[in-house]
């Protein structure tokens, strides 16, 4: 035998689930908003700060040495393929004149480093402490310009039969930051002076 529910208790029963519809979806509606502005505030602080929950893979000071064996051999393609802001360092251009040839060369064979401690990272940013030994160029063209009694280029061979004797060494803090799945090395002042035998 069929059973009716009388009309007055149907929309009781209708309203009740409406009711209860309505609560669930404002449940939802609400927690989908959440969701979207925390994702904004992620979008917006990690364009600011970079990568905040991807740990930064690699061994910033694997960089460091890859960069500076690369300087050292003369690969400035790849040397410069680890530096953020720099496409060159100008050590690629061959001087025109006789003496700066000399000069450029005999900084190239001068170069040589050593790590100090270990690398501190913090975040998407580290830094390396290097000993970086090199030619002073200013102090070999100074000397060289004192030689009254030679000329400029036999003045410079004279002094480049002695050149150890006019190498140098700087410290150096050299700052790398996680970019792009890699690390990369910010150059600074004295880095880029260093390498270019201090002349800048």
Do not use: H
């Amino acid at each position: 035998m069929l059973s009716f529910i009388p009309v007055q208790q149907e929309t009781r029963i209708s309203k009740g689930f409406k009711d209860f519809m309505k609560k669930k979806s404002l449940f939802w509606i609400t927690v989908s908003i959440i969701a979207v502005i925390t994702a904004m505030i992620l979008c917006f602080v990690g364009a600011g700060k970079g990568i905040l929950i991807a740990k930064p893979l690699g061994d910033p000071q694997k960089t460091v040495t890859e960069f500076l064996d690369a300087i050292i051999a003369g690969d400035y393609q790849k040397a410069y393929g680890y530096l953020d802001g720099y496409s060159t360092l100008g050590l690629e251009q061959e001087p025109e004149s006789p003496e700066g040839k000399l000069v450029m060369e005999a900084l190239k064979q001068s170069y040589s480093y050593s790590l100090s401690g270990t690398c501190a990272k913090k975040g998407i940013n580290a830094s390396q402490i290097i000993l970086l030994s090199r030619l002073d160029v200013k102090a070999v063209n100074n000397y060289a310009a004192a030689r009254s009694d030679l000329d400029y280029l036999s003045a410079l061979q004279t002094v480049l039969a002695d050149v150890r004797q006019y190498y140098t060494s700087d410290i150096i803090d050299i700052s790398l930051k996680y970019i792009n799945g890699q690390w990369k090395i910010i150059p600074d002042s004295t880095l880029i002076s260093a390498l270019q035998g201090g002349l800048s």
